[in-house]
């Protein structure tokens, strides 16, 4: 069963699950608006807003087949809006369809997929956006953390039950978001209002979500999940999300550094033109990569006294995301780093004190039944 699957992903994944041999039921609030036909795909209304008939519906999709194996959580939207202009009635609704819609299908769905020979799938459709908050998307931001927040709990409750639960996080999706489900405050919109300097992003924005992937990769993405029991918690969809949400494994203060750090950068009238270009360089480096916050803000001191030192404070950088990439083992990027950079795991391990190394190595074995060189080259 799929929520809100009149278009975009959902209707992606109705169709793509059905092709592959599922039957399913693509849940929607407008069932005359799916156009795609298959044998094995059931348009059944839902409003996610209304727990009766949501109850009914699925009570009866269970008296027609005895089970309910997998729940898709897709159904959402988004509401751009400075907080202090957003009405009460407006932030309840974004988390009534987005958060607490989940939990109704989840409750109504559970009592028949618990105690299952075959094991039961919860799939809760995330974003990129509930790892990195962006300004006037605090209330759609906000309600995808919360959906990682409720899928971690998920999974550990349901666990016992035979029920395993992921949250899959799109990046930019060409889907019918911009077009019907972005919603707008108008107050914040106003020609004369506070936030005209911030308004001048969302274009581009629009731009790459209308720009993004096909659909169809999301749902692919899904399908793998399903078919994997060993999937990652939080998985990735090829793109923004693959790129940047591993920057937020950990709820750390990176945000707040960079910042400060930008900050300390373009704000500084003496810069010359290379140092800038090397610190906005390190800035990228940073946003792309994982590290702790301490090391950001040592970074920020060094690059505004010395130009000299940054080099080898990139280097530091590089060393501490890779052997964080290593510790999540990330092994690919990890790899590539490596290469990048022609560091030895040697002098990453030396950088953070400690490393598993042989795990890291045998690991690596497993995957590519081969070492990279500049690991056997290492010295420690
Ligand atoms: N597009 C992206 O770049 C992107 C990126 C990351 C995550 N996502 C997430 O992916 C999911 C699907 O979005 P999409 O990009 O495929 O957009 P979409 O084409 O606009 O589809 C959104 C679906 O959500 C349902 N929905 C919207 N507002 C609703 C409301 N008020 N009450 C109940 N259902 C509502 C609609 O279902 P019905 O009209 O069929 O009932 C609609 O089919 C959303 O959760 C979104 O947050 C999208």
Do not use: W
């Amino acid at each position: 069963m799929i929520t809100g699957t009149s278009s975009g992903i959902g209707k992606a994944c109705a169709y793509f699950l059905a092709q592959n041999g599922f039957i399913v039921y693509a849940g929607t609030r407008t069932p005359n608006k799916i156009d795609i036909k298959h044998k094995n795909l059931y348009p059944i209304k839902l409003d996610l807003t209304n727990f009766e008939q949501l109850n009914n519906a699925i009570s009866e999709i269970y008296k027609k087949h005895n089970h309910i194996d997998i729940l898709i959580n897709n159904a959402g939207y988004g509401f751009i809006s400075a907080v202090e202009y957003a009405s009460e009635e407006d932030m309840q609704k974004q988390f009534d369809v987005n958060v607490f819609g989940i939990f109704r299908v989840c409750k109504a769905v559970i009592p028949y997929m618990k105690n299952k020979k075959t094991e039961g799938i919860i799939i809760n459709i995330g974003s990129y956006f509930g790892k990195v908050s962006f300004p006037l998307f605090a209330f759609y931001s906000a309600s995808k953390f919360a959906i990682e927040g409720l899928t971690d709990a998920l999974r550990y409750e349901l666990e016992p039950l035979n029920i395993r639960v992921h949250s899959v996080l799109p990046g930019f999706t060409k889907s019918s978001f911009t077009d019907s489900n972005l919603i707008r405050n108008l107050d914040t919109f106003k020609d004369d209002a506070s936030y005209a300097k911030i308004l001048d992003t969302i274009p581009q924005l629009m731009t790459n979500i209308d720009n993004g992937s096909n659909p169809k990769a999301v749902a692919e993405t899904i399908l793998k999940t399903i078919n994997n029991s060993y999937s990652e918690s939080r998985v990735y969809v090829e793109g923004e999300s693959y790129k940047i949400s591993p920057l937020r494994d950990e709820l750390t203060n990176d945000e707040q550094m960079l910042y400060r750090f930008y900050k300390l950068e373009v704000e500084n009238t003496n810069i010359d033109k290379d140092e800038l270009k090397i610190a906005m360089d390190a800035k990228e480096i940073l946003l792309r990569n994982y590290t702790n916050p301490p090391k950001i803000e040592h970074l920020a001191k060094l690059c505004a006294t010395n130009k000299t030192k940054l080099n080898k404070v990139f280097q530091k950088v590089y060393k501490v995301t890779i052997a964080n990439y290593i510790k999540n083992i990330r092994l690919e990027k990890a790899y590539i780093l490596l290469q990048e950079q022609s560091l030895s795991i040697g002098e990453v391990a030396k950088e953070v004190g400690y490393m598993h190394q042989g795990n890291f190595t045998k690991l690596f074995f497993e995957k590519y039944g081969t070492y990279p060189k500049n690991i056997l080259n290492q010295k420690c």
